[in-house]
């Protein structure tokens, strides 16, 4: 498990003041965590390309944001992805349960998205790295000098326990 407050205070010394998202189990500790963090704002989403819009909105304005989802939700986010993110060239921060794993097989929908979910990354030509508890601050600095580098989103895939307490 990553210490959920000094993820945030890394994320916040990042820049990051916004996160938004479709709440997921995987998640629940994470969204406890910044509900008690002063320096970050949470902004519930019903729906996931409602948060990347969302996030967009907070980064054209100049700020950093970070997105949260399930995989099963990362499907609908293609139209905002491509006609928003990808076309402007928006920096955006995208966590991403990482569920359906054999670990976390317990519904149709979760079985589906974690067999295709890295797929659909490439096939959006989105960089993403899988979130590891051991090594998380340089999976999350490659990611980020990424989507410095390029102006464009990158994934954090997370699987289940990684960002909890």
């Known amino acids: 498990m ?59 304005g100049g700020k950093k944001a970070f997105v949260i989802m399930q995989n ?26 990482y569920r359906g794993l054999e670990d976390d097989d317990d519904l149709p929908e979760h079985s589906l998205m974690g067999k295709v979910t890295e797929g659909v990354l490439r096939a959006y030509k989105i960089p993403y790295w899988i979130l590891m508890e051991h090594r998380w601050k340089a999976i999350l600095e490659k990611a980020l000098h990424k989507m410095t580098q390029t102006s464009l989103p990158v994934c954090l895939l997370v699987k289940n326990g990684v960002l909890c307490k």
């Open 2 to 60: 990553i210490n959920l407050d000094e993820f945030l205070e890394y994320l916040d010394s990042l820049g990051f003041s916004l996160g938004t998202g479709v709440p997921c189990s995987y998640f629940k500790d994470l969204l406890l965590a910044i509900n008690e963090y002063d320096d970050i704002l949470y902004v519930p989403a019903t729906r996931e390309d409602e948060a990347v819009g969302i996030a967009c909105g907070f980064s054209l």
């Open 72 to 97: 099963s939700g990362f499907a609908n986010i293609g139209d905002a992805l491509t006609s928003l993110v990808q076309l402007y060239e928006v920096p955006l921060l995208i966590f991403i349960s």
